[in-house]
């Protein structure tokens, strides 16, 4: 019996090789950029099947890459020859409305997760864009419209069902989860995400848009009315090419310009007078009260699977007064129409989490910043990338410091390290050493086990 028969005779779910009908779907990520030949994708159906397969990963002697929606702009769910732990089986999510929470598994994507819990009109606060995986995001950390409100993905982690590198199926430890809150895809594969969730109701939302002459002082604008509002209200800005709604005007659909969003999560009723302020010197502007389902998959269509991606993100001490003008600068030069730059105010409840009670590194910095270039023709990969590079460069006088790292991609050695901190990534590596001695999840930002001492 070969070892790959050996696997099989155990594994519930499906065994995907090279030549089979259903392999280049099955190997296919978000960003088309990465076209990477695991050797075996292992679509698994049970806690059981991820062991088996990262058993088998072990005896034979291959990589292991982790699947959970395939998101990560950095491809890290497929290598070549490797063994593709494929979650994308795995997406029931079982509420319990009584006690406020979710068992979601570990290859449910947020769409699986919002569809469980807005059933009993509960959300866990998670992403923005519906197919993203629930597992990349949750394990980095999880921005999105609710963080000011109620926090990061990360911190709604109760408990956690991990199979471990050696296949041992373990309920989360207090370290572990520590270590499950924000360390990324390092300590284990995560088969079963238990979550608290939060009433929600509709949402008021109102955006603006403005030309790219109008966005420095914008910008300004933007810093005074977001740093000053409640935790109920979310803002968040991207320049990008502006649509052709009709409340866009004419001279700016389809030219790059700056858009202001503000979403309120009080009495619907109170939105109007809340979210105005922001807009009195837009070009143009809309707002409406939506389901909270319908906010969840806005970003849907504008970032759709298979085009060409290529990010830098970084945090930024502030928007107005320098970076602002570099802003416009890098907007005007953008490549593509596809492409965006997004920037957002962060604080609120992310700051209420004592700095020691998780990995996730960083949560005072004040704002986010990602030159996202978006494209399909692979002749323009590298103007692209360059222009990405260029736009997080020449923010450098204003960078906090760190970065988000599910927004890492093909950066220098020692960006893990730093993203993390001394203190924080020494405690991770120390958790790696425990659970992943043999550092054999390591498709992901890694975090190598500490070298072992000799006696
Ligand atoms: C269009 C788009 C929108 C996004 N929006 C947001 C946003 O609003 N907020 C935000 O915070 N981030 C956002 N992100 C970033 C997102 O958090 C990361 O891309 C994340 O890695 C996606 O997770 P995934 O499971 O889909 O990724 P995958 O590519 O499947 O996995 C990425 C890594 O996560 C690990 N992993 C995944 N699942 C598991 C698991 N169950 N157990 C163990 N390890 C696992 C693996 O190490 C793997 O290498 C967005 C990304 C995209 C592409």
């Not at 679509?43 to 099947?49: F, Y």
């Not at 990963?57 to 292991?64: P, Q, W, Y």
């Not at 995560?190 to 939302?205: D, Q």
Request: hydrophobic fraction near 40%; proline fraction near 6%.
């Amino acid at each position: 019996m070969t070892k790959l028969s050996r696997l099989r005779a155990e594994f519930a779910g499906r065994l995907v090789e090279p030549g089979d009908p259903e392999y280049d779907e099955a190997r296919a990520v978000w960003n088309s950029m990465h076209d990477r030949k695991p050797s075996l994708i292992a679509r698994c159906a049970t806690a059981e099947d991820v062991s088996a397969a990262l058993r088998h990963a072990r005896t034979t002697g291959r990589a292991v890459t982790v699947r959970g929606g395939g998101h990560n702009v950095a491809g890290t769910a497929v290598a070549d020859d490797a063994v593709m732990v494929d979650l994308s089986l795995m997406r029931e999510v079982r509420v319990d409305p009584n006690a406020g929470v979710a068992h979601a598994q570990g290859g449910c994507l947020l769409r699986d997760l919002d569809a469980a819990t807005l059933a009993h009109g509960l959300v866990c606060p998670s992403g923005v864009v519906s197919h993203t995986g629930l597992g990349g995001l949750a394990l980095g950390g999880g921005y999105g419209w609710l963080h000011r409100k109620w926090g990061l993905t990360c911190d709604h982690l109760l408990a956690a069902e991990v199979v471990l590198a050696d296949g041992t199926i373990v309920e989360a430890s207090a370290d572990l989860l520590w270590g499950l809150r924000g360390g990324g895809g390092n300590l284990g594969v995560v088969t079963r995400f238990t979550l608290r969730l939060r009433e929600v109701s509709a949402v008021h939302l109102h955006t603006g848009v403005f030309a790219p002459d109008d966005a420095v002082a914008a910008l300004a604008a933007y810093r005074d009315f977001a740093e000053a509002q409640s935790r109920d209200l979310h803002t968040v800005g991207a320049f990008k090419h502006a649509g052709r709604q009709d409340w866009i005007p004419a001279a700016l659909r389809g030219t790059p310009a700056m858009f202001l969003t503000a979403a309120w999560f009080g009495d619907p009723a109170d939105g109007p007078a809340r979210t105005t302020p922001l807009f009195v010197d837009a070009a143009g502007n809309s707002a409406r009260v939506l389901p909270f389902a319908e906010l969840q998959a806005l970003g849907d269509h504008s970032e759709p699977h298979g085009n060409r991606y290529y990010t830098k993100s970084c945090y930024l001490t502030r928007l107005s007064g320098g970076p602002d003008a570099r802003l416009v600068e890098c907007a005007t030069e953008m490549p593509s129409p596809l492409s965006a730059i997004d920037f957002e105010f962060l604080g609120g409840a992310i700051t209420d989490v004592p700095d020691a009670d998780s990995a996730f590194p960083r949560r005072d910095a004040p704002y986010m910043c990602t030159v996202s270039a978006q494209w399909t023709d692979p002749a323009r990969d590298s103007e692209n990338a360059a222009w990405s590079r260029r736009g997080v460069e020449r923010l450098a006088e204003w960078h906090y410091g760190g970065a988000y790292v599910n927004y890492l991609q093909d950066e220098q050695p020692g960006k893990v390290a730093e993203v993390y901190g001394a203190g924080r990534y020494e405690r991770l590596a120390v958790l790696k050493s425990r659970y992943d001695p043999a550092n054999q999840l390591a498709g992901n930002q890694n975090i190598p086990p500490l070298p072992e001492r000799k006696p």
